[in-house]
């Protein structure tokens, strides 16, 4: 199974055209924003908003409460353009400061020093063709060592290769740059096609983080938050050996609840037909300790009493180590079992 599962999207709802499923991660801040805005044309309180569309409700009220020409500016500002953008102003307010204070009389080295900058950048940003943008902005390098194999790369992931395979063909070739290249590259590409195909086919599909369906193999679903039943659905419907996993956990937790050990033989001649390594070690841990276990079903007996005392008995004896002898030891903790 993948990181990432591919399910059929959520159903919207055909009378408002907004999505309200729980799990709406995939969409963008400017979809975000737009179902916001017409969930509370319907009367939506912004707390059951933020928790439709998985937002905070301070960046909720920041955007609602933004004018259209606001709003536009905001969303079409990408983060690097941002950054590069506070970047500017800054430089700017230094080439500024470094020309004001030559011009009352400061030195080169007093510039420097006082501002913290080097000289040759306090002679650069004197020069009145200085520009505050950096000179690397908006570029992108087409000389890299990867470069003469892009198409190549490209060509094999059309053909489903793998990334240790296409590292193994294109080293072949003559590529003698790093590993993380070729994998950054792979990667980008891989999610710019899927993109491709999903707006071609038009597909109405979403993603399911696997740690997600990890989490359900320890606890319940109304505990795994991001994660609806029906989600779960389609998942167990594409993923048939995951489910059978998944059916299998939970007979166990039952069984464990349960009051009829027999029941334990049963599910151990199952989970063996599943033939999973990890499984099948688990089923031979069981079989070690068959006994324990079965007694565990059996009985309402709990050790949990006895284990609890020994460890705050340990946290006591931590707490005073090397301080107090044996009898203060038995005095406090004799106290505390008293409170």
Known sequence: MQSKVEIEAEAQDKEKGILIESNNKQLTLSEKIDAARRLVETGTTNTKICKLLNMDIRTLEKYLNMSEKELYENLNISTVESTHNNNVAKKEQLISMVREMYQKGFSKRAISRELGIHRTTVTNYLNPNASPINGNYATTRNDTLLSPYHEHINQLLLEGYTFKRIEESIKAKGYTGSSSTIRMYTTRMRKLNKEAIKEFTNENVEFIERSLLIKLLYKPLKDVKKLSESQLNKVLSAHPL?????KLVLRFKDILKG??????N????????????????????INRDIDAIKNAITYSYSNGLAEGSVNK???????MYGRCNFSTLRSKVLLLERT
């Not at 995951?242 to 998944?246: A, N, R, S, V």
């Not at 008995?313 to 707490?319: A, C, F, L, T």
Request: glycine share 2%.
């Open 242 to 246: 995951f489910d059978k996993i998944y």
């Open 313 to 319: 008995i340990k946290v006591i004896k931590r707490i």
């Open 259 to 264: 009051s009829n050990p027999d029941n334990l």
């Open 266 to 285: 049963l599910w151990i001649e199952q989970a063996k037909q599943l033939e999973i390594s990890e499984i099948n070690s688990f089923v031979n841990g």
